[in-house]
């Protein structure tokens, strides 16, 4: 009988640990930020989490002016995580901004305390690691897996790099940019003699890449189609870059595209 007993209340403990995983547990999801000392971040687990499979991660950063809140309501961000088995992590950068412009930046330790952060409360999977932003989000992006890449499976970056001439200590193992041909916030970065291929240069220098292949065109939706450079032949790593002729915004389903791609999914929209 008291073995009965021990055996239902271990039963009951270990149902509770599990439910505990879950987010629907945790005082931080969604809107609510989770509070990290004097800074914070949001996470949005995908539809349909068991709060116990081990889960691809997204940390992406927003863009000037903007905060983790619309990161996670966002659906060419959120919706494409969301529906893919991806949590999704958005830090939110101090004066909604990031520190991006030199080595060094403590904004590169605030991310990684983020993902140790997430670590302690969700199980990832470390081999997938993605590292995402937009605009000055995108910058801090490149910032952040040029000195802190080394455990990153792909940076998704959107409209916005830096200086190509950088010297990265790190490197993720995947590279994948997008970039309006229009963008008049931050001007498409053309290379020395007008080369569209320019705002890759770094990562194909450090990854000794071969000449790059035309590898489009394609799209999510009608109206914007990509044209599509990739870059196989390396060293290291791989490179890809979709180039459209639009302005200054997240395009419709290129983050999905990606996902899709990385993790072998079909293709879909959104």
């Known amino acids: ?6 055996f239902t209340a271990c039963l009951l403990f270990c149902a509770h640990a599990v439910v505990a ?4 547990n945790k005082d931080c999801t969604g809107q609510t930020p989770c509070v990290l000392g004097d800074r914070s971040y949001h996470v949005l687990p995908p539809d349909d989490w068991d709060g116990v499979s081990p889960l691809p991660v997204m940390l992406h950063f927003h863009g000037w002016q903007r905060q983790g809140t619309l990161i996670v309501q966002h659906q060419r961000i959120s919706g ?3 529906r893919r088995g991806v949590l999704l992590v958005a830090p939110n950068g101090l004066g909604r ?11 590169v330790g ?7 952060d997430v670590r302690k409360n969700y199980p990832i999977i470390e081999d997938q690691i993605f590292v995402s932003g937009y605009s000055w989000g995108s910058n801090m992006a490149w910032r952040f897996v040029c000195e802190d890449g080394a455990d990153v499976a792909a940076l998704l970056a959107i409209s916005g790099t830096l200086r190509q001439t950088e010297d990265c200590a790190t490197a993720p193992r995947e590279v994948r940019q997008v970039y309006g ?3 008049q916030v931050l001007d498409y970065p053309y290379g020395p003699e007008g080369e569209e291929d320019y705002p890759v240069y770094l990562w194909r220098e450090k990854f000794d890449c071969a000449e790059g292949v035309a ?8 109206f914007l189609t990509f044209q599509r450079i990739v870059w196989e032949n390396c060293e290291t790593g791989r490179v890809s870059l979709d180039i459209h002729p639009g302005g ?3 395009p419709h389903g290129w983050i999905a595209r990606q996902l899709d791609e990385i993790l072998g999914l079909p293709n879909s929209y959104p």
């Open 248 to 250: 200054h915004f997240i």
């Open 97 to 107: 901004s990031w520190d991006f412009w030199h080595a060094g930046t403590d904004d």
């Open 110 to 116: 605030f991310a990684r305390s983020v993902l140790d």
């Open 21 to 24: 995983m879950g987010p629907w």
């Open 80 to 82: 494409a995580t969301r």
């Open 181 to 183: 041909l229009n963008d």
């Open 215 to 222: 590898n489009g065109p394609w799209n999510a939706r009608d």
């Open 1 to 6: 009988m008291i073995y009965r007993f021990i």
